[in-house]
């Protein structure tokens, strides 16, 4: 009795599966999952710590002790720190607050206009040392 071969349709054939990625590479559903999570912790922080819905600094500040790109005082375990930099990484972009949706995704482009934004505001905020 002769076995009979089987046909794979050529996007499922060994070797050639679908969404096949190279190492280090994210597919779209880690993405936007990414894109989903992030949010959902930052305003789940600000409830947890700060007991508020939201606090308006936190995504500013956080986002410098994840990116090294400031002084980084918070007070977020290193662990923490390592899932919202792996997030933001995947998600390419990193959290905004919405007035009707709250804490929102936004890309990185606008990410960084908005953070931009706020580091000259909090420049322009300080007041010059003065002595008497």
Same mark, same amino acid.
């Given at each position: 009795?002769?076995?009979?071969?089987?046909?794979?349709?050529?996007?499922?054939?060994?070797?050639?599966?679908? =969404?096949?990625? $190279?190492?280090?590479?994210?597919?779209?559903?880690?993405?936007? @999952?990414?894109?989903?999570?992030?949010?959902?912790?930052?305003? !789940? $922080?600000?409830?947890?710590?700060?007991? !508020? =819905?939201?606090?308006?600094?936190?995504?500013?500040?956080?986002?410098?002790?994840?990116?090294?790109?400031?002084?980084?005082?918070?007070?977020?375990?290193?662990?923490?720190?390592?899932?919202?930099?792996?997030?933001? @990484?995947?998600?390419?972009?990193?959290?905004?607050?919405?007035?009707?949706?709250?804490?929102?995704?936004?890309?990185?482009?606008?990410?960084?206009?908005?953070?931009?934004?706020?580091? !000259?505001? @909090?420049?322009?905020?300080? !007041?010059?040392?003065?002595?008497?």
């Amino acid at each position: 009795m002769r076995i009979p071969v089987r046909k794979h349709p050529s996007a499922f054939r060994p070797g050639r599966e679908p =969404n096949h990625r $190279l190492d280090g590479e994210t597919t779209t559903l880690q993405k936007e @999952q990414a894109r989903r999570l992030l949010p959902a912790l930052v305003g !789940r $922080l600000c409830l947890e710590i700060y007991d !508020r =819905n939201w606090v308006p600094r936190l995504p500013y500040t956080l986002w410098e002790t994840v990116s090294g790109a400031g002084p980084g005082r918070c007070e977020f375990r290193a662990e923490e720190i390592a899932l919202f930099r792996l997030l933001a @990484q995947v998600a390419d972009g990193w959290v905004c607050h919405d007035p009707k949706d709250g804490p929102v995704f936004v890309t990185h482009g606008r990410w960084q206009r908005s953070y931009a934004a706020w580091k !000259r505001g @909090q420049i322009r905020a300080r !007041r010059p040392f003065v002595t008497a």
